[in-house]
């Protein structure tokens, strides 16, 4: 049985990824399901995360590969002796824990049902295994960190990134008022023909626009409750052009409102003692969004089960509409993993 591997390069070598063979227990684990794989979404590995977490530590330096896949879709073949939410024959969907040692993209795996549910009839196995760690990074930015709530007022950083529409798509269902940043006049197209429609779409690929006017003039002067970024610029002379259109860290500041609530995926965010002092006279606050704290913690596991279910539910209702792309063969699996892991915005789905 193959599956996909990486291994961490070293200096600004890129890393590398390989097709390899590898092999399941023969005894099921009390908790444990064996699903055969229907579909497997790709998404960037974070290398540095494997040498930091402590319970990952070995598997990095002895094994030297990674598993690579982990948002899968199926359907169960068999349970162990303790299972009792699944049998036989159930289509389900989740993703796979750091520490597991199965890639998604093998025929069979073994997982604990605690990281799995039912997959909707109407809902895809590829739109479920494509969307499912979006759908997450959306729920846990804007119901676990900001506490979204109906009439609140929330600014998408590039609100057409496969992230940042999941979080439109989100919140316009919860009764928030959304505004979002384009990069290209066809993504604010695209983002201007949504339906529920956002409030105000603002461009930034033209240079032209200044953020914190059109957002204050949205606004009345108030700022928005929520922020949630897709990067940020912490420089002024990035050369870049990814970079470049990314926002300033203190222009985010700055369109926050009283008590108002900045979710980050920058790892690296470095806050000067003047954004502090911003940042306190506005009692905001700032927090990192990790999707990975779910499987590596057992300590919300019923709220994570949860927030799975919800996720696929919303996407069989079409309440969530992620923007699949094109399904790839498990022969391209390695160059599309490539690609993704270069460009992290970017998104890909295994059929097997």
Known sequence: MKGLYGRAAEGDAEHKFVIQETTLLDVLGSHQVRMKVKACGLSPLDFKVYKTTT??????????????????????????PKVTFFQPEDEVVGVLPLDSPCSG??????????????????????????????????????????????????????GSSPFGLMCVQLACYHGVKVLTTSHSPQKQAFLEQLRPSVA????????????????????GGLGVDIVVDSGVCLHGDEEEEDIKLLPHKHDIISVLGVGGHWVTSHKNLQLDPPDCRLLHLKSAS????????????????????????DIVEKMSAGVLRPQMEEAVPLYEATVAMETVQRHPQKRAVVQL
């Open 55 to 80: 319970l990952n530590y070995k598997v990095l330096n002895e094994k030297d590969f990674i598993p690579v896949g982990r948002e899968v879709a199926g359907v169960v073949l068999q349970v162990g």
């Open 105 to 158: 993209l093998c025929e069979v795996i073994d997982i604990d049902e605690y990281y799995i549910v039912q997959k909707p009839e109407k809902l895809s196995s590829l739109c479920a295994a494509g969307a499912l760690r979006d759908g997450i990074c959306a729920y846990t930015a804007l119901h676990t960190h900001a506490r979204m709530a109906a009439g609140h007022t929330l600014l998408v950083m590039d």
């Open 200 to 219: 105000r779409v603002i461009p930034v690929h033209n240079g032209s626009s200044d953020l914190l006017s059109v957002v204050l003039e949205e606004t």
């Open 286 to 309: 700032v927090s990192f969004l990790n999707p990975e704290v779910w499987t590596t913690s057992s300590a919300q596991r019923g709220r994570y089960l949860h927030i799975l279910k």
